[in-house]
């Protein structure tokens, strides 16, 4: 086996407000994140919020991962051991009243129903959300960190799935070997992409 350089570490509990920052940095002007995210004077707030919830689900069930220059991050979910507890009820009501708002549920919560309708029910490596600080944007940190995740994938043996809504991101998810398997008109396009778990 060929001995691997890491450019990807776990991140700790105590990194989890970099990780919320960055990817709130990232997203901020996500079509996806802003169809679920109230828009009012507090968006920047909520979409962060929406980031802290993110954060907490994967950390739980998934995996958080931070570059080891901690310009770059990931949350993977592993939907297979999601489970219902009395903390994601708590953090399910703080999602709604921190990001989505009340007025907001109906269209999120139809959202993410024609979303699962959509994703294959296997077991599967959930790339929820990848990031890179603004700042270092276009210098191959995202890159590597997406090699590692692949790297990762292949030794859980499960496929990457993810959405995006970002046009110009699909060229570069193909350059990694994902295949759009689905579309979802929701006013934008989401695009549904998967990768086969790596054979050797």
């Not at 679920?36 to 739980?60: G, H, P, W």
């Not at 692949?150 to 993810?162: A, G, M, P, T, Y």
Request: aromatic share 12%; proline share 2%.
């Amino acid at each position: 086996m060929k001995n691997l350089t890491y450019a990807m570490m776990k991140a700790t509990y105590s990194d989890k407000a970099l990780v919320v920052d960055i990817l709130a940095q990232s997203f901020d002007d996500n079509q996806s994140v802003n169809y679920i995210v109230q828009q009012d004077q507090n968006r920047s707030k909520r979409i962060k919020a929406l980031m802290d919830y993110s954060f907490e689900v994967c950390y739980a069930f998934g995996e958080v991962f931070l570059s080891d220059d901690k310009k770059a991050c990931a949350l993977v979910l592993f939907p297979d051991q999601k489970r219902t507890s009395f903390k994601s009820i708590l953090l399910d009501v703080k999602l709604i009243l921190s990001s989505v708002g009340i007025s907001n549920i109906q269209k999120a919560l139809s959202r993410e129903e024609k979303i699962k309708n959509l994703q294959p029910k296997e077991l599967m490596y959930y790339l929820w959300f990848i990031g890179v600080d603004p700042k270092y944007q276009n210098t191959g940190a995202g890159t590597k960190l997406l090699n590692e995740i692949i790297e990762d994938s292949s030794r859980k043996k499960r496929q990457i799935f993810l959405e995006t809504s970002t046009l110009k991101n699909l060229p570069w998810y193909k350059k990694f070997g994902f295949d759009i398997y689905n579309e979802l008109d929701l006013g934008y396009k989401l695009f549904f992409l998967k990768r086969e778990v790596a054979t050797k």
